[in-house]
C-alpha cells in the first residue's frame, strides 16, 4: 500500500499511538508505522507486566529537563485523571499502589489493546514490521519509504522513543532524523538504570538479593524508597530514582536509618548498655546488611557500654550519610528509560512541533523530558502525544 495521508507517525508505541488515536478522531488520516511486528512492546514489560500506566501526582517538577517548565503545558492539559476516563472507559480494572502509581489488576496487555483499539476507531492504517528505509521533505511535505512503497503527508512525528531496553528494538533513530533535519539533541543517557560498583564496595555486592528502604541523595535531590543489592551493585526504587540524577565520577548518600532521630545509639547505649551494635542495627535493618555495615564500621563483638559516645556519634554519622561511588551505571540495556534527547529549545511545547521544522513533531521519550519512575513516564507518553495529535 502506498499513498498520501495527513501524518505520519513513526513509532507504536505509549505516545505514538495515543497521538495516531487522537489525530485520527478529529478526521486526521494517520498511518502509524513501526519497524517492530507488533505494537506496544515496552508497554508490555512495564511495571512487571502490569503496567503503571499514570500516577496522580503527576506534575512538571517530576521531571528531568534542560527546561524545567517545557512539560507543564501538554501535562497541564492531559492530565492523569484524562488518561483514567479512558482506561474505565475500557472496563479495565486498576489499582492505587504506593506514592500514587496506578497499576492495571491484570494484564498491561490491556492497556495495549485499548490503545489499539483507540487506533482502530480513528480509522488509523497500521503498518507494522519493517523499518522506514527513507525519508525526504520538501514542498512541505514528509516522504518516506517504507518496505518499497512511498507515503506523504504535511506532518511527520517521531515517537520511536529512545536507545532503552535494545533488546525490544530500542534505537536512537528519532535522534538521527533531528539531526538530519538540524535539531540538537541533548546527550542520551541511561536513566532509572541499577549502579554498578567496584572492588572498594565488594562486601556490599556479597548481599544480593537483600533490600531496605532507605534514604539516598545526590547533590540536593533525595528519594526514600526500597534500595536493593544486587551482584553488581546498587538497585531498587530508591537507586533507579537518583541514577537520572547522578553524574560519573561523583558519590552519592544513603541513611541506612531515616527513622531514627539523632543519637539515638547513645540513648540505646543507656537503656540497653549490653546490646552489641550488630544486634541493635538488626532490630532495624535486614540481619546480612547489618552484619555487613558492622563490618564495614570495624565495631563488631563490642558491647554499646565499652564504646565512646565520640565512637557511637561516629557510627551515627556514618550510616546516616554512608557514601557510595559507583563505577557506572548497568547502561541502555537495563534503563527503564533514556535520559536527554531531541531538545526541547527546538519544539513548541504546546503543540510539539520543531520550530524550525514546520510539520516536523517529536513527542514521548524522544523528546529531552524524563520522568521519576512510577508512572509518570507513560503520563509525558500520553500528554504529549496528546498535544501533538490535537494540533496536527
Keep these: 500500500m502506498n499513498g498520501t495521508v495527513d501524518m505520519i507517525v513513526i513509532g507504536a508505541g505509549a505516545a505514538g499511538m495515543m497521538c495516531a488515536a487522537t489525530a485520527g478522531a478529529r478526521g486526521r488520516r494517520v498511518l502509524l508505522i513501526d519497524h517492530a511486528d507488533a505494537p506496544g512492546k515496552k508497554i508490555l514489560i512495564s511495571g512487571g507486566g502490569r503496567c503503571n500506566f499514570t500516577n496522580i501526582h503527576t506534575a512538571a517538577d517530576r521531571y528531568l529537563s534542560s527546561n524545567p517548565h517545557f512539560a507543564k503545558s501538554a501535562l497541564g492539559r492531559y492530565a492523569p485523571a484524562d488518561f483514567l476516563a479512558l482506561v474505565e472507559r475500557y472496563g479495565i480494572a486498576w489499582h492505587e499502589k504506593t506514592l500514587g502509581q496506578l497499576f ?49 503527508a504535511p506532518a511527520l512525528v517521531l515517537a520511536t522513543g529512545g536507545p532503552s531496553i535494545p533488546k525490544l528494538g530500542a534505537t536512537g533513530f528519532a535522534y538521527d532524523v533531528a539531526r538530519r533535519f538540524g535539531l540538537a539533541v541533548a546527550h542520551p543517557r541511561p536513566a532509572l ?180 519512575l512510577g508512572g509518570y513516564n507513560f503520563q509525558w507518553a500520553w500528554a504529549s502525544g496528546w498535544a501533538a495529535g490535537q494540533a496536527i
Excluded at 108 to 133: F, K, T, W
Excluded at 137 to 150: K, M, P, S, T, W
Design 104 to 152: 492495571c489488576d491484570g494484564s498491561a496487555r490491556q492497556i495495549v489493546d485499548m490503545l489499539v483499539g483507540e487506533c482502530a476507531r480513528a480509522n488509523v492504517a497500521v503498518a507494522l514490521g519493517h523499518p522506514v528505509s527513507a525519508i525526504e521533505h520538501g514542498d512541505g511535505r514528509f516522504r518516506i519509504v517504507l518496505n518499497g512503497q512511498e507515503w506523504s
Design 193 to 372: 538504570v541499577p549502579f554498578t560498583l567496584g572492588a572498594a564496595d565488594a562486601l556490599f555486592r556479597s548481599l544480593s538479593g537483600v533490600s531496605a528502604e532507605v534514604e539516598v541523595w545526590w547533590n540536593k535531590t533525595s528519594f526514600r524508597e526500597a534500595a536493593l543489592f544486587t551482584h553488581r551493585g546498587l538497585s531498587g526504587p530508591a537507586m533507579l530514582q537518583i541514577s537520572s540524577y547522578w553524574q560519573h565520577r561523583t558519590s552519592i548518600n544513603v541513611n541506612f536509618l531515616p527513622d531514627q532521630e539523632p543519637d539515638w545509639l547513645i540513648r540505646l547505649k543507656q537503656s540497653h548498655p549490653r546490646m552489641s551494635l550488630k544486634r541493635a542495627l538488626s532490630a532495624l535493618c535486614p540481619a546480612r546488611l547489618a552484619e555487613a555495615l558492622v563490618e564495614r564500621l570495624m565495631m563488631d563483638g563490642a558491647d554499646l557500654v565499652s564504646m565512646p559516645d565520640k565512637t557511637l556519634r561516629l557510627a551515627q554519622s556514618r550510616l546516616a550519610k554512608w557514601a557510595f561511588a559507583p563505577t557506572g551505571t548497568e547502561g541502555f540495556a537495563k534503563a527503564e528509560v533514556t535520559a536527554g534527547g531531541i531538545s526541547v529549545a527546538e519544539l513548541s511545547s504546546r503543540t510539539m512541533m520543531a520550530t524550525r521544522v514546520p510539520g516536523l513533531y517529536a513527542i514521548g521519550e524522544a523528546v529531552d523530558v524524563t520522568g521519576w
